[in-house]
C-alpha cells in the first residue's frame, strides 16, 4: 500500500466476498429459479415500490415469464388503527408532543393483516411486495432498499407518508419516521438479514436522478460482512444542512457543493450509515451498517459490549461544521432514567465535543455559572420560545475558548453547544435522536417557522450540579499519557464514572508505528491532525486513514499497528466502551 497523503475518500468502497455486483434489472431477475415461484420483495416504506415492481415485471416479461403482483399496502391495518397502536402509553410528557415520542416496542406484524391464504404461484413469477413481505410465506426473499437520508430528506420536503400511512391522511411527519417507523422496520429488516437472497440498490444517480439499480446475492452479502468484520474498514459520510451549518466540509470535503451549507456529518451514526461494496469502477450496492453488527455483534462489538448493548452500536462519530456558521441551539441529552422511563432508549447520550479547528474567538458554551438564577433561565428561556424575546445565554451558561484539539465532556443533562467558527468531531453515545433544546437563537428554519425548542424536556433533564469551577475541573480536562515508546504516545483525553466510553489520543511523532490491541472491544479512529496513518493487522491487513476520516477495528480484530504517513506529527483521535 502507498503511504503517500491523499484526499478524504467520500465513498470508500470494499470487494466482495464471492459474487460480484450486478446492475439491472435483468441481471437479477436471471437469478430467479425456475418458475413457478412466489418472490417476496421486502423494504422499507420510502420507497418507489411501483416504479420497482415494474422494473422487474418488465424484465420477466422480456424473458417469457408471467407475473402475478400482490401489493402488501392493502393489507396495512386502518390508519386510526395503527396511531392507536402505536401512540406511547403513560407518559403524560409526550402527550401532544410535536417532536417527540417514546421509541415504539410494536413489530412489524402488529401493523398487518396478512394475506391468508398466503399468495401461491401457479406459473410464473407471484410478486408480493412491499414492508414486511418477507412475513408471507415465500420461495424466494430480496430486499429492496435506500439508505434512510433519502426518507428523511422526502420528510422535510412532504413527499412521503410514514409506514402505513395512506396519501389521503397527508404527509409524514419525521417525528413517527424516527421514532416508529425506523425501528419498526429496522428490527424486521435485522430479524430476516440471514435469508434474504438478494440484496437490491435503489439509489439515484447523483447526476440524472433516475434508479442506478444494483445487486448482490445475499449468501455474498454475508460473506463480506463476515470479511468486513475481522478487518478495519470506513462507512459511507455523508453532511446534512440545517439553518446553523458551516461550509468547511464543503470547502475542504467536497461535500454538499450546491446545499446551503454543511452542518451535521454523519462519520459513522450506526442506524444511519451504510458500507459500499464493490469492486472498483463496477456497480457497488450499500448495507446498513446496523444491520451487519445485528449478524455477527460478537465480532463486531467483542462479547462484553455485546452482553452490555445487544446488538446496538454504542459510539457514535459525527461532525459538527460551524464554520462561516452559526451558534448550535443550546441542549441537553436526557438523563438516564428520563431516557428510559420517557423515551423508551436503554442508555443515553453522553457525549464529548474535540476541536479540530477553532477560529479566533470562537466558544464552546458548557455547564451553567456558578451564580446562576434557574427561574430566571427558565422564564428566558420561556418568553423567548413564546414571545421571540431573545437573551444572553451566558448570563446562565458559561462560554469556554474553542481551542484547538481540546476536548469537552459533556454527560447527559450538561447544557451545551458549539459556538460559531467550529470544526468539532463529537464523540457520543448512539442515541442521536433526542436534543432538548433550551435556546435556539430564535432562528428560523427554511420555510420561515421558528425552530422547536423543547422547554420542559430541557429543565426537566437539567444537570444543576454541572456548574462553576466544577465545570472547568471536570470536563475541561488536560490529556495524561497512558502509554508510549519510540515516537508515539497514547493519550487519555477524556473518562468520567457516568459515561461508558473513553476517549483517547495516539500523537505519532517518529517512523515507529504504534501498536494496539481490541482486547475483545471495538476501536473507533479518527485522524484530527496531520496527514494521516496507515493501519496494519496482525493478520495482513491494511488500510489508509487520511485526515477527518473515521475507521471501525471491530472486535474481532486484536493487534494492530498505526503508522504516520509524512514527516510532520498525526494524532489520531480513538473511542472506546470501557
Given at each position: 500500500?502507498?503511504t503517500?497523503p491523499?484526499a478524504?475518500?467520500r ?8 459474487n460480484?455486483v450486478r ?9 430467479l ?6 418472490l ?11 416504479g ?6 418488465k ?8 407475473v ?5 399496502s392493502?393489507?396495512?391495518r386502518p390508519w386510526d388503527?395503527?396511531?392507536r397502536l ?7 410528557e409526550l402527550?401532544?408532543d ?13 401493523f398487518?393483516?396478512?394475506p391468508d ?9 407471484t ?9 408471507v410465506s415465500?420461495d424466494?426473499?430480496?430486499?429492496a432498499d435506500?439508505p434512510k437520508?433519502?426518507a428523511e430528506?422526502a ?6 407518508q410514514n409506514?402505513?400511512q395512506?396519501v ?12 416508529v417507523d425506523?425501528p419498526?422496520l429496522d428490527?424486521?429488516?435485522d430479524g ?12 439515484p444517480?447523483p447526476v440524472?436522478?433516475?434508479?442506478n ?7 455474498t452479502?454475508?460473506a463480506?460482512?463476515a ?11 455523508f453532511f ?7 461550509h468547511w466540509?464543503q ?7 450546491e446545499a446551503?451549507?454543511t452542518?451535521?456529518?454523519?462519520e459513522l451514526?450506526a442506524p444511519?450509515?451504510g458500507?459500499?461494496i464493490?469492486?472498483?469502477?463496477g456497480p457497488?450496492?450499500e ?6 453488527v445485528s449478524?455477527l455483534p460478537?465480532?463486531f ?9 445487544g ?9 459538527l461544521d460551524?464554520?462561516?456558521g ?9 438523563r438516564?432514567?428520563?431516557m428510559?422511563?420517557?423515551?423508551g432508549w ?5 457525549e ?7 477560529s479566533?474567538?470562537?466558544?464552546v458554551?458548557l ?14 428561556a420561556l418568553?423567548?420560545?413564546c ?5 444572553e445565554?451566558?448570563?446562565?451558561v458559561q462560554a469556554?475558548?474553542?481551542?484547538p484539539h481540546?476536548?469537552f ?21 448512539t442515541?442521536y435522536l433526542?436534543s432538548?433544546?433550551f435556546?435556539?437563537?430564535?432562528r428560523?428554519?427554511?420555510?420561515g417557522?421558528?425552530r422547536?425548542?423543547h422547554i420542559e424536556?430541557?429543565f426537566?433533564?437539567l ?8 465545570v472547568r475541573?471536570d470536563l475541561v480536562p488536560?490529556p495524561?499519557i497512558l502509554r ?5 504516545r497514547e ?5 468520567l ?7 483517547r489520543r495516539f500523537v ?19 485522524v484530527?491532525?496531520?496527514a494521516g496513518v496507515v493501519?496494519r493487522?496482525?493478520a495482513?491487513d491494511?488500510?489508509?486513514l487520511?485526515?477527518?476520516e473515521?475507521l471501525?477495528i471491530p472486535a ?5 499497528t ?5 514527516e510532520?506529527r498525526?494524532q489520531?483521535?480513538?473511542s472506546?466502551?470501557r
Amino acid at each position: 500500500m502507498a503511504t503517500t497523503p491523499r484526499a478524504y475518500d467520500r465513498n470508500p468502497s470494499y470487494p466482495p466476498t464471492g459474487n460480484r455486483v450486478r446492475p439491472g434489472w435483468d441481471e437479477a431477475a436471471a437469478t430467479l429459479p425456475a418458475t413457478p415461484t412466489v418472490l417476496a420483495l421486502d423494504g422499507p416504506a420510502f420507497l418507489d415500490w411501483d416504479g420497482a415492481v415494474a422494473g422487474l415485471a418488465k424484465a420477466l416479461a422480456e424473458r417469457g415469464v408471467a407475473v402475478h403482483q400482490v401489493d402488501l399496502s392493502a393489507f396495512f391495518r386502518p390508519w386510526d388503527e395503527i396511531l392507536r397502536l402505536t401512540e406511547p402509553a403513560g407518559t403524560a410528557e409526550l402527550v401532544d408532543d410535536p417532536d417527540f415520542t417514546s421509541v415504539t416496542r410494536c413489530a412489524l406484524p402488529d401493523f398487518l393483516r396478512l394475506p391468508d391464504p398466503s399468495p401461491t404461484a401457479d406459473e410464473g413469477v407471484t410478486i408480493v411486495y412491499g414492508p414486511g413481505a418477507g412475513l408471507v410465506s415465500h420461495d424466494v426473499l430480496w430486499y429492496a432498499d435506500l439508505p434512510k437520508r433519502y426518507a428523511e430528506a422526502a420528510m422535510h420536503s412532504d413527499r412521503a407518508q410514514n409506514l402505513g400511512q395512506p396519501v389521503a391522511a397527508g404527509p409524514g411527519t419525521t417525528r413517527r419516521l424516527f421514532y416508529v417507523d425506523w425501528p419498526v422496520l429496522d428490527r424486521h429488516r435485522d430479524g430476516i438479514a440471514g435469508q434474504i437472497d438478494r440484496w437490491i440498490d435503489l439509489q439515484p444517480d447523483p447526476v440524472t436522478g433516475s434508479t442506478n439499480l444494483a445487486s448482490l446475492d445475499g449468501t455474498t452479502v454475508r460473506a463480506t460482512i463476515a470479511t468486513l468484520a475481522g478487518r478495519p474498514f470506513r462507512v459511507r459520510p455523508f453532511f446534512n444542512s440545517t439553518p446553523w451549518g458551516g461550509h468547511w466540509a464543503q470547502r475542504e470535503l467536497g461535500f454538499n457543493p450546491e446545499a446551503p451549507n454543511t452542518a451535521l456529518g454523519y462519520e459513522l451514526i450506526a442506524p444511519e450509515n451504510g458500507v459500499l461494496i464493490g469492486e472498483p469502477g463496477g456497480p457497488r450496492i450499500e448495507v446498513p451498517f446496523q444491520m451487519m453488527v445485528s449478524l455477527l455483534p460478537d465480532r463486531f462489538l467483542g462479547p462484553p459490549v455485546q452482553a452490555e448493548f445487544g446488538t446496538s452500536f454504542p459510539i457514535r462519530f459525527d461532525y459538527l461544521d460551524t464554520v462561516d456558521g452559526g451558534h448550535l441551539s443550546v441542549h441537553c441529552h436526557p438523563r438516564l432514567n428520563y431516557m428510559r422511563q420517557i423515551f423508551g432508549w436503554d442508555y443515553t447520550q453522553h457525549e464529548t465535543y474535540y476541536v479540530m479547528i477553532g477560529s479566533p474567538g470562537s466558544q464552546v458554551f458548557l455547564g451553567l455559572r456558578d451564580d446562576v438564577d434557574l427561574d430566571q433561565f427558565h422564564g428566558q428561556a420561556l418568553a423567548a420560545y413564546c414571545d421571540g424575546a431573545p437573551f444572553e445565554v451566558t448570563d446562565h451558561v458559561q462560554a469556554h475558548p474553542a481551542d484547538p484539539h481540546q476536548l469537552f465532556l459533556i454527560p447527559a443533562g450538561t447544557p451545551h453547544a458549539s459556538g460559531v467558527g467550529n470544526l468539532v468531531l463529537e464523540i457520543s453515545a448512539t442515541p442521536y435522536l433526542y436534543s432538548l433544546r433550551f435556546y435556539d437563537w430564535l432562528r428560523q428554519d427554511a420555510a420561515g417557522r421558528r425552530r422547536p425548542v423543547h422547554i420542559e424536556h430541557a429543565f426537566a433533564n437539567l444537570d444543576t450540579t454541572r456548574r462553576g469551577q466544577s465545570v472547568r475541573d471536570d470536563l475541561v480536562p488536560a490529556p495524561r499519557i497512558l502509554r508510549s515508546g519510540v515516537g508515539w504516545r497514547e493519550e487519555l483525553l477524556g473518562d468520567l464514572p457516568d459515561v461508558f466510553y473513553q476517549v483517547r489520543r495516539f500523537v505519532l511523532d517518529g517512523d515507529q508505528p504504534a501498536s494496539d490491541d481490541t482486547v475483545d472491544r471495538f476501536h473507533m479512529l479518527n485522524v484530527v491532525d496531520g496527514a494521516g496513518v496507515v493501519v496494519r493487522t496482525a493478520a495482513g491487513d491494511e488500510h489508509l486513514l487520511a485526515y477527518a476520516e473515521t475507521l471501525v477495528i471491530p472486535a474481532a480484530v486484536g493487534q494492530y499497528t498505526l503508522a504516520r504517513i509524512g514527516e510532520e506529527r498525526v494524532q489520531v483521535v480513538k473511542s472506546l466502551v470501557r
